[in-house]
């Protein structure tokens, strides 16, 4: 089954992402211009339902573009939390 | 006189955009779904709110705000202090590995009068002693032992039956009391055992030298007499027996109980747990499937597996929650050690959901001839016939040279989840572990694809069950809230 | 009430012409003469004056009347016939008043060390003042060596102790010092001490038995500052506590029981357990309704009775997580009875009083009974308990 997402709003790294969480059920291969995204999916197993896998992956891609978008703005402050969390250890010597 | 300002006057948090905390989510059931910090607190909120936050259109008057404020998921011109705070609860999590190896397991011989099905290690009981641990190799081991530098060691001793070699344990309880004269530390010991041997002289012992006692107890005697048989297909009155002579000797809570699971536990969830009530044990571990006995290569196999063995758990756990509200205090140990994960600051020690793992870090084994692993499973693939995880031998190397060594080292960081595909963004992570032993046994590779991992697959739906049960009934969260801060 | 100022009081011409002093009392006809030279002495009968004493002190007028004395002498009101063997006062006959700093036998001894605070809260029973009070580190400093070294516990509180800066760790160093045998108890409100420097200074005087009580008012920021009436307050008190406990001060967190915190006590009670489980106590307070608190009754009264689910929910958290907690400034019978082994006799007695509504009740020796400040605002369910043992 081949879907399109649109290069606009869609990026591969949410796609690759969505592909990865459902490789119990799917192996998707990527084709990319600027215009889209072309996804190629199929199914590991004859018993899979690739239409409902298809919508899984769909709302995967959505989910992980926001799990991006959170992580890219957040990555500061993780970096300055664990940077504190490390600095008071006491186990590297001054 | 003083002017006093009202509530809002204080109230900056509506003036400008909050800044996101980092976070992680997932779906917990339908539109349903669970938000998760970098310290383990997490809020369950439906998607329209979680999308709201995430786009910055989350109200600093909605309920939803407030919670996610005082739960450190967001800072606003009001507060920044939750920065410390993550950093200080981040370190609390972690704080625990610069104790580095704290259990320390003597394999001391691999005789054993049972044959259970599912064991991999060991040998007849022929008394013949090719197979026992011997003085000198506990003597090596012990060095090892003492150079950990954890302020709390535990010796347990393994087997085959441990007390079979009986000689041998009393040497090592010997001198490692003697060692940590000056070493100090608070020092412990485990002898896990079947019971079926257990003499007054090993009582009298034990008792002496204040050593706990664990053993094997699977269920109801028909079950417990199929997974474990023995000459006179005893095994289970000999377990009871020994349990009750153990603790009238020993205290009460000096003997504990564990349950293997097999295939033939996995309808009997109910008939275990009652087992164990009547034994007025305290609680029970309802301890996942070993892939470590079978040749499971096939995804689907494990899959079906682990459907299996989720329903076998959330029987058992749903049981045992009923049998709280009516007033038994029954802990489940699996989930007590998650729930501390998630509901308090500190940290568990089981090896299994420790990320980095807990290879080498929590635990080590000195097997009879002086190999040295990086955990039980571990030694039970050397069994199968793979050395992966064998670090060396205590007669050939020193300390640094077995803790150094690539063979515990790349395993380790390999496997770290808050790198690896699948954890690292995974809202579940600060719950779970990394397991590089299951995942090189059973997909050939250190951190395994996780869709196709049965320990994340498995621990994924206790993690949403525990969750979903919490949310669903306060009383159900009061017992939880209970069992993390007990264990 | 017991009275620990006197004003307006009589001092005799040799008083007036020696001048205002700090001193310890005495009760002992064998008092060693050394001693006596830097001592009050307190006529008890007028048969029974010792000679020799720097002062001498009477509550009953005729005995000093009789004992025709040329040494200093005073004369107080009949209520402070409570002063007795190693007390110590100040005299100052210049303004005519005497203020009593320590006394032996009780074991609520406060040292107020300012009056000036940063913060402003809703419900503060000392209001702060914008004054050059610093004489009274100077006082406390003098009367500290003379203070019964057997004594338990004293207390620092203010306004904010803080505020002293450098003088605030002089005079904990001094307690250290002066007193190696008893506890510091000392309130604050902790935002000085994110200025880590401060935190590490107090460390550094390595005393014996101190502990920090620090106020939190709500899990949330906005709902603290609202309490304190200080933006920014929360932060700077949280960040505080971390500085302290980082330097290894043992620290007890104090909740003021009333609308604002009961609201939310059970969610700052599993804040505290998740983010501050280092704390060594935590105090629930009861409101003593005196100073701002009665300008502020409508934002802050709560009836006890009306949060009872609310503290049993907190303590339950807190107990759970390992913290200690206990309950101050309630009467028994307004908790739930499965509370009440958390209740402490908390209120200094020389403001506790009982009403006349616990006549027969059979744990008043245990209950902590009211603030005599709060005058007569209390529960609406006093009621004497009669069942359980005293």
Redo the contacts between chains.
């Keep these: 089954m081949y879907i399109e997402l649109p290069a606009t709003g869609f990026s591969l790294e949410a796609a690759k992402?969505a592909a990865?969480?459902?490789?119990?059920q799917i192996d998707v291969s990527f084709s990319v211009n600027e215009k889209s995204i072309g996804c190629e999916l199929s199914a590991v197993?004859p018993d899979v339902d690739l239409i409902s896998a298809e919508r899984d992956f769909r709302r995967g891609v959505l989910?992980?573009e926001?799990?991006l978008?959170?992580?890219r703005?957040?990555?500061p402050?993780?970096t300055?939390?664990?940077a504190?969390?490390?600095s008071?250890?006491g186990?590297q010597r001054e | 006189m003083s002017r006093f300002r009202e509530a809002e006057h204080f109230d900056s948090s509506g003036d400008g955009p909050y800044t996101m905390l980092p976070w992680r989510f997932t779906n917990l059931r339908d539109d349903q779904y669970v938000v998760t910090n970098m310290a383990g607190e997490y809020l369950s909120l439906p998607r329209e709110k979680l999308e709201s936050f995430a786009t910055g259109k989350l109200a600093a008057d909605e309920a939803t705000y407030a919670e996610l404020k005082a739960r450190h998921f967001l800072i606003d011109d009001d507060t920044n202090v939750a920065i410390d705070l993550l950093a200080l609860k981040t370190r609390t999590k972690l704080a625990p590995l610069a104790d580095f190896t704290g259990l320390h397991i003597f394999v001391a011989t691999l005789r054993c009068e049972h044959s259970c099905p599912y064991c991999q290690v060991s040998r007849a009981n022929d008394n013949r002693t090719e197979f026992d641990m011997s003085e000198a190799t506990a003597t090596k081991s012990l060095d090892l032992v003492f150079q950990s530098p954890s302020p709390a060691i535990k010796i347990e001793f393994q087997g085959g039956e441990p007390l079979l070699n009986f000689s041998l344990i009393k040497f090592v309880v010997g001198e490692a009391k003697k060692r940590n004269e000056a070493a100090r530390r608070d020092l412990a010991f485990v002898i896990a055992t079947n019971l079926a041997v257990l003499t007054d002289e090993h009582l009298e012992f034990a008792r002496e030298h204040d050593i706990l006692i664990s053993t094997s107890l699977d269920g109801p005697a028909d079950l417990h007499n199929r997974n474990r048989p023995r000459p006179g297909r005893d095994s289970h009155q000999r377990a009871i027996d020994g349990i009750k002579r153990a603790r009238s000797a020993l205290g009460f809570h000096h003997v504990g109980a564990l349950m293997t699971t097999t295939a033939a536990s996995l309808a009997r969830a109910k008939d275990i747990i009652d087992e164990y009530v009547h034994m007025d044990f305290g609680g029970i571990f309802l301890r996942p499937l070993s892939p470590y006995g079978f040749a499971i290569k096939t995804k689907f196999y494990q899959s079906y597996d682990q459907r299996r063995w989720l329903d076998f758990y959330f029987e058992g756990l749903d049981y045992i929650i009923d049998l709280n509200l009516g007033g038994l205090d029954f802990i489940e140990h699996y989930a007590a050690m998650v729930l501390k994960k998630m509901l308090t600051p500190s940290q568990t020690s089981y090896v299994d959901l420790m990320s980095p793992a807990g290879i080498g870090i929590g635990a080590l084994v000195y097997n009879y001839n002086g190999t040295v692993y990086v955990s039980d499973e571990s030694r039970m693939l050397a069994e199968m016939g793979d050395e992966t995880f064998a670090l060396g031998n205590v007669h050939d190397h020193g300390f640094a040279e077995l803790m150094l060594s690539e063979k515990l080292l790349e395993p380790l960081e390999k496997s770290f989840a808050a790198s690896v595909p699948g954890c690292s963004w995974c809202a579940f992570e600060p719950y779970c572990g990394s397991d590089p032993v299951f995942h090189h046994a059973t997909q050939g590779d250190f951190v395994g694809k996780k869709p196709l991992s049965a320990f994340c697959t498995r621990n994924m739906a206790v993690f949403r069950g525990l969750i979903e049960r919490m949310e669903a009934d306060e009383k159900v969260r009061a017992i939880f809230e209970r069992w993390a801060n007990l264990i | 009430m017991i009275p620990l100022r006197a004003r307006s009081i009589a001092f005799n011409d040799a008083a007036i012409a020696t001048g205002g002093r700090i001193m310890r009392l005495s009760t002992n006809l064998e008092r060693p003469a050394p001693l006596r030279r830097s001592e009050g002495f307190v006529i008890v009968d007028a048969e029974n004056i010792a000679p020799g004493f720097a002062w001498y002190i009477s509550c009953a007028g005729e005995a000093l009347k009789g004992a025709a004395l040329d040494a200093p002498s005073v004369e107080l009101p009949a209520e402070f016939g409570y002063l007795g063997d190693g007390d110590v006062i100040s005299v100052e006959p210049k303004s005519g008043t005497v203020r009593v700093l320590f006394r032996r036998v009780s074991a609520y001894n406060h040292f107020l060390l300012t009056e000036r605070c940063n913060n402003n809260c809703l419900m503060c029973s000392q209001p702060p003042r914008a004054v050059q009070d610093g004489w009274i580190v100077d006082e406390i400093l003098e009367a500290l060596p003379l203070i019964d070294r057997s004594a338990r516990e004293i207390g620092f509180t203010g306004g904010e102790p803080t505020l002293l800066g450098e003088r605030f760790i002089e005079l904990v160093r001094a307690t250290e010092s002066y007193l190696p045998n008893t506890s510091l108890h000392v309130l604050s409100n902790g935002r000085n001490f994110a200025n880590d420097r401060l935190a590490a200074s107090v460390a550094a005087v390595r005393h014996h038995d101190l502990m920090l009580g620090i106020p939190l008012y709500s899990d949330l920021a906005h709902l603290h500052d609202y309490v304190v009436q200080a933006d920014g307050a929360f932060d700077e008190t949280v960040r505080g506590i971390l500085n302290l406990k980082r330097h290894g001060v043992r620290i007890e967190i104090r909740a003021v029981l009333q609308r604002p915190t009961t609201e939310r006590l059970p969610q700052l009670a599993r804040f505290i357990a998740r983010n501050l489980l280092f704390a060594d106590h935590v105090a629930l307070m009861g409101l003593e309704v005196t100073g701002f608190a009665k300008a502020n009754l409508n934002r802050i009264w709560i009836d006890p009775v009306d949060y009872g689910s609310e503290l049993r929910a907190a303590v339950k958290i807190l107990m759970q997580a390992g913290i200690k907690t206990s309950i101050y400034n309630s009467q028994l019978c307004v908790l739930p009875e499965d509370l009440r082994p958390y209740a402490r006799r908390s209120i200094s007695d020389w403001k506790q009083e009982y009403l006349p509504a616990c006549d027969g009740c059979s744990v008043r020796a245990k209950c902590a009974g009211f603030f005599a400040t709060s005058g007569m605002k209390h529960s609406r369910a006093i009621t004497p308990i009669f069942s359980e043992a005293a």
């Design positions: 992402r990865y969480d459902l490789m119990a197993r989910d992980h926001l799990r978008s959170i992580e703005q957040t990555e402050l993780r300055a939390i664990l504190l969390a490390f008071n250890t186990l």
